[in-house]
C-alpha cells in the first residue's frame, strides 16, 4: 500500500509545483483584471464632447475657450474611475484646500427663515476692468466652507471676481432655523435673497450665476422663473446636475454605477442633517412636520422616502410627483437668454445617462446654449494630475473662470444696450426700432 501511495506521488509530485505556479498566474491575472476595469484604465483622454448650435459666441468660446476643445487630463492611476474621483471629492473635497476670508451675511425671509451667504472680495482687478460678482450657488446640504467651494472661490478672487456664495438653509452646523423648512430641492428663495442683495449693494456689478449638482437646478430654475431675474447677468454655468428630479428617482433605484448604494449614502446624511434641526421643526406652530413624520424619516433608506416624508411638505405639495415636477428646472431651461454652460461628465455614478439627452437636446435647440460632456470626472471631480497625486485646481474650477472671463470680453465688446448691465427692455427696444427704421 505504500508502495504504491509513493508511486503515486511520485507520479504526481513533478506537476504540483508547476500547477500552484499556475493558479497563482490566473490569480494575479485576475486581480490586474479586477483593477484594470475598476479603474477604467483602458479609457483614454479626450476633450469634452461639445453639443451647441454654430453661432458667432460660439466660434468666438471656441477660440477662446481652449479648454472646451483639448483633453482633459486625469490622474493616471485612479482618474479615470468615475466612483474615486466622486469619492475624493465626497471624502476631502479638494487637495490643499485655501482658507479665503469673507463676511458671512444674513437676510431675514418673509416667512420667518434666516438665509445666509458669505461674501469674498475679489483679491486683484478683473482684466476687463469691470466689477464682477460670482453668486454661487452649491450642492446638495452645502455651504461656504466646504473644501469644493473655498477652492473655487480663492481661484475666482484671484481673477478679480467678487464671491457670494449661498449657505443652504439648514446645512450650516451652527445656525439655527428660525422657520419650520429647510432648502429644498428647487426652492429659489435663499437665493433670489442674496441675488437681490448684491444688485442692491453693488448697482454697478455684473453677475455670474453658478450652480454645483443641485445648486445647478436651483440656479437655472431662477433664472427661468421670471425673466427680470436675467438682468445684468452675464452668463450661467452649471456643473453635474440631473436637469429632472421626476426622472431621476427612477435611476436613484437603479444598481448598476452602484447608484443605489449612492442613494443610501445622500439619504444618510441628508437624514443627519434634518434631525439637527429636529426640535426647531416639531415646535414652531406653523410647521408641517410631526412626530409620524420623523418616524418615517428614521426609517428612509432613500432620498425619495425622505423627499415624500419632509421635503415636500415645507411647501405643501400633495404629492412627491407634484413635488418634483415643479421644483426641477427642466421647465424653465428653455427661458434662460442668457450665454448658458452645462457641465457633465459620462462617468458620473449620481447622474443617469438618460438624463444628459436634456442637456444635449437644449443646446441643439437653443444658441446661447453649449453643453460639455467630458469622459471622466465623476460627480463633482475633475481632478487633474500626472500619475497619483491631484493638483489643488481641478479642470472644473478653471473651465469655469476661463468661460466667464470669455464671456465677460464678449459683453464688453456688444453695443451699450445689449450688455447686462444695461439690459432695460425699453431702452433697447428703443434702440431697436431706432435701428430698424434708419
Known amino acids: 500500500m505504500t508502495t504504491l501511495e509513493d508511486a503515486d506521488m511520485n507520479t504526481f509530485g513533478p506537476e504540483l509545483p508547476a500547477m500552484f505556479d499556475g493558479m497563482k498566474?490566473?490569480?494575479?491575472?485576475?486581480?490586474?483584471?479586477?483593477?484594470?476595469?475598476?479603474?477604467?484604465?483602458?479609457?483614454?483622454?479626450?476633450?469634452?464632447?461639445?453639443?451647441?448650435?454654430?453661432?458667432?459666441?460660439?466660434?468666438?468660446?471656441?477660440?477662446?475657450?481652449?479648454?472646451?476643445?483639448?483633453?482633459?487630463?486625469?490622474?493616471?492611476?485612479?482618474?479615470?474611475?468615475?466612483?474615486l474621483q466622486t469619492a475624493l471629492y465626497g471624502k476631502m473635497g479638494r487637495i490643499n484646500t485655501p482658507k479665503p476670508c469673507g463676511v458671512r451675511?444674513?437676510?431675514?425671509?418673509?416667512?420667518?427663515?434666516?438665509?445666509?451667504?458669505?461674501?469674498?472680495?475679489?483679491?486683484?482687478?478683473?482684466?476687463?476692468?469691470?466689477?464682477?460678482?460670482?453668486?454661487?450657488?452649491?450642492?446638495?446640504?452645502?455651504?461656504?466652507?466646504?473644501?469644493?467651494?473655498?477652492?473655487?472661490?480663492?481661484?475666482?478672487?484671484?481673477?478679480?471676481?467678487?464671491?457670494?456664495?449661498?449657505?443652504?438653509?439648514?446645512?450650516?452646523?451652527?445656525?439655527?432655523?428660525?422657520s419650520p423648512r429647510m432648502f429644498t430641492y428647487g426652492c429659489t428663495w435663499e437665493y433670489a435673497a442674496m441675488v437681490g442683495y448684491i444688485k442692491k449693494a453693488f448697482p454697478q456689478t455684473l453677475l455670474v450665476v453658478v450652480g454645483f449638482s443641485l445648486g445647478g437646478n436651483i440656479v437655472c430654475k431662477f433664472l427661468g422663473e421670471n425673466r427680470s431675474n436675467q438682468d445684468r447677468v452675464a452668463c450661467c454655468i452649471t456643473v453635474c446636475q440631473g436637469y429632472s428630479a421626476l426622472r431621476a428617482q427612477e435611476t436613484f433605484l437603479q444598481w448598476?454605477?452602484?447608484?443605489?448604494?449612492?442613494?443610501?449614502?445622500?439619504?444618510?446624511?441628508?437624514?443627519?442633517?434634518?434631525?439637527?434641526?429636529?426640535?426647531?421643526?416639531?415646535?414652531?406652530?406653523?410647521?408641517?412636520?410631526?412626530?409620524?413624520?420623523?418616524?418615517?424619516?428614521?426609517?428612509?433608506?432613500?432620498?425619495?422616502?425622505?423627499?415624500?416624508?419632509?421635503?415636500?411638505?415645507f411647501h405643501g405639495y400633495s404629492s412627491l410627483k407634484e413635488y418634483y415636477e415643479k421644483e426641477s428646472c427642466v421647465h424653465y431651461m428653455h427661458k434662460v437668454t442668457v450665454p448658458l454652460l452645462l457641465v457633465n461628465s459620462s462617468d458620473d455614478p449620481l447622474i443617469h445617462q438618460s438624463l444628459l439627452d436634456i442637456p444635449r437636446t437644449l443646446a441643439e435647440k437653443m444658441p446661447n446654449v453649449i453643453f460639455a460632456l467630458t469622459e471622466h470626472g465623476g460627480h463633482l471631480g475633475f481632478f487633474e494630475g500626472a500619475v497619483l497625486f491631484p493638483q489643488p485646481l481641478t479642470w472644473m474650477d478653471k473651465v469655469i473662470v476661463e468661460y466667464t472671463n470669455a464671456i465677460c470680453h464678449w459683453e464688453k465688446n456688444l453695443p451699450a444696450c445689449q450688455r447686462s448691465s444695461?439690459?432695460?427692455s425699453n431702452a433697447c427696444l428703443q434702440s431697436t426700432g431706432e435701428t430698424l427704421s434708419g
Open 25 to 83: 498566474l490566473a490569480a494575479v491575472a485576475t486581480v490586474l483584471y479586477i483593477i484594470v476595469r475598476c479603474l477604467n484604465l483602458k479609457s483614454t483622454a479626450s476633450p469634452p464632447d461639445v453639443t451647441c448650435q454654430e453661432t458667432p459666441l460660439s466660434r468666438y468660446l471656441f477660440k477662446t475657450c481652449p479648454m472646451l476643445t483639448k483633453e482633459y487630463i486625469p490622474p493616471l492611476l485612479w482618474g479615470k474611475s468615475g466612483h
Open 422 to 424: 444695461n439690459r432695460d
Open 256 to 313: 448598476d454605477q452602484c447608484r443605489r448604494l449612492y442613494n443610501f449614502v445622500l439619504a444618510d446624511n441628508m437624514k443627519k442633517l434634518i434631525l439637527n434641526h429636529r426640535s426647531t421643526l416639531l415646535r414652531l406652530k406653523s410647521s408641517n412636520i410631526g412626530d409620524a413624520d420623523l418616524g418615517l424619516l428614521y426609517a428612509a433608506t432613500s432620498l425619495m422616502q425622505i423627499d415624500d416624508s419632509i421635503m415636500r411638505k
Open 105 to 178: 451675511k444674513f437676510l431675514p425671509m418673509q416667512d420667518g427663515a434666516t438665509a445666509s451667504f458669505d461674501l469674498f472680495e475679489a483679491r486683484a482687478e478683473h482684466s476687463t476692468g469691470d466689477d464682477i460678482t460670482m453668486v454661487i450657488c452649491p450642492g446638495i446640504g452645502n455651504h461656504s466652507e466646504k473644501n469644493y467651494i473655498r477652492t473655487f472661490v480663492d481661484y475666482s478672487q484671484r481673477q478679480g471676481y467678487r464671491c457670494a456664495v449661498l449657505n443652504h438653509l439648514g446645512a450650516l452646523p451652527d445656525m439655527e432655523l428660525t
